[in-house]
């Protein structure tokens, strides 16, 4: 007789998470267990589905073999609502977060208490390749965190673009405005007007305070500066072009590639264009 067949549901549970911990899970393991029994929606660990357990820990090949095998890509934890894309996202999983989406993944499903979505997740890290990868999934950047009544923690920064300048993680705001997330540095005011008139943090606070000011500052000193350019594409005109001259003038290149800053540089994609800017999934490098 077959000794999975012989196994109690605990121990299937174990073997599958172990054949997942070791990213060693295929198609006919994971058969063999469902045939003992294994229900691979069930939740488990902290209310967790076995596609949410492979999302957390980074276990990219998993997936799709329990996607194929009738893994609800959207299934929610019942603690939380998080889905499996919010526990790729959460943990920087951006291989995990391309093979979600190519399987059908909600991208926009926000959770139960603080009401984020996954694009919040990667905005908070600043994890450029996780927002480029939602930004070709048709991500909404202006989701709104819609907390329950009394969930306060870690939420309420409203927008993907505004969590990442709240929580110092600028990394991605480029790439979020250049994917048309609107600047919200107009909720920032208060703020920016404190951090125009003040010194440098350094000195005032430990080494990881000190670094959170400066990445939040930097944030607001960026989108401050997009908006009095009128608008990111106009901004970056300027910048490259900027860029690009001082190269020329420092160099002393010939004359002909000041004409080429002049002009050619002065051309920037729309938006997306369409969504192939950032391409495919498939030519995210996963």
Same mark, same amino acid.
């Given at each position: 007789?077959?000794?999975?067949?012989?196994?109690? /549901?605990?121990?299937?549970?174990?073997?599958?998470?172990?054949?997942?911990?070791?990213?060693?899970?295929?198609?006919?393991?994971?058969?063999?267990? $469902?045939?003992?029994? +294994?229900?691979?929606?069930?939740?488990?660990?902290?209310?967790?589905?076995?596609?949410?357990?492979?999302? +957390?820990?980074?276990?990219?090949?998993? $997936?799709?073999?329990?996607?194929?095998?009738?893994?609800?890509?959207?299934?929610?934890?019942?603690?939380?609502?998080?889905?499996?894309?919010?526990?790729?996202?959460?943990?920087?999983?951006?291989?995990?977060?391309?093979?979600?989406?190519?399987?059908?993944?909600?991208?926009?499903?926000? #959770?139960?208490?603080?009401?984020?979505?996954?694009?919040? !997740?990667?905005?908070? &890290?600043?994890?450029?390749?996780?927002?480029?990868?939602?930004?070709?999934?048709?991500?909404?950047?202006?989701?709104?965190? #819609?907390?329950?009544?009394?969930?306060?923690?870690?939420?309420? !920064?409203?927008?993907?673009?505004?969590?990442?300048?709240?929580?110092?993680?600028?990394?991605?705001?480029?790439?979020?405005?250049?994917?048309?997330?609107?600047?919200?540095?107009?909720? !920032?005011?208060?703020?920016?007007?404190? /951090?125009?008139?003040?010194?440098?943090?350094?000195?005032?606070?430990?080494?990881?305070?000190?670094?959170?000011? %400066?990445?939040? &500052?930097?944030?607001? +000193?960026?989108?401050?500066?997009?908006?009095?350019?009128?608008?990111?594409?106009?901004?970056?005109?300027?910048?490259?072009? *900027?860029?690009?001259?001082?190269?020329?003038?420092?160099?002393?290149?010939?004359? *002909?590639?000041?004409?080429?800053?002049?002009?050619?540089?002065?051309? !920037?994609?729309?938006?997306?264009?369409? %969504?192939?800017?950032?391409?495919?999934?498939?030519?995210?490098?996963?």
């Amino acid at each position: 007789m077959d000794s999975t067949a012989q196994l109690n /549901e605990r121990q299937l549970n174990e073997r599958v998470l172990q054949y997942i911990r070791n990213g060693t899970l295929d198609s006919a393991k994971l058969d063999e267990c $469902i045939r003992a029994g +294994f229900d691979v929606n069930a939740e488990r660990n902290l209310s967790s589905t076995a596609l949410h357990i492979a999302a +957390f820990r980074g276990k990219a090949t998993c $997936i799709p073999v329990l996607v194929a095998a009738g893994a609800n890509v959207n299934a929610r934890s019942a603690s939380r609502g998080h889905s499996p894309l919010h526990s790729a996202a959460n943990n920087g999983n951006v291989a995990c977060i391309v093979a979600l989406l190519e399987a059908g993944a909600d991208p926009n499903l926000a #959770t139960l208490r603080s009401g984020r979505t996954a694009f919040h !997740f990667v905005a908070a &890290r600043g994890d450029v390749r996780g927002v480029a990868a939602l930004l070709a999934a048709g991500a909404n950047t202006e989701a709104v965190e #819609t907390p329950e009544p009394g969930w306060q923690y870690n939420a309420g !920064f409203g927008t993907p673009l505004a969590t990442a300048a709240m929580c110092g993680n600028p990394n991605a705001i480029p790439t979020l405005l250049r994917g048309g997330a609107k600047n919200c540095i107009g909720q !920032f005011e208060e703020k920016l007007d404190r /951090e125009l008139g003040r010194e440098d943090p350094g000195g005032e606070f430990n080494d990881s305070t000190v670094a959170l000011l %400066r990445a939040h &500052r930097a944030a607001l +000193f960026y989108l401050h500066r997009v908006a009095e350019a009128g608008g990111y594409r106009k901004y970056e005109r300027r910048r490259r072009a *900027a860029v690009m001259a001082m190269a020329v003038r420092s160099s002393k290149l010939p004359a *002909a590639l000041l004409i080429w800053v002049e002009h050619v540089a002065d051309s !920037f994609p729309d938006p997306l264009e369409e %969504r192939g800017l950032f391409g495919s999934l498939r030519k995210l490098g996963y």
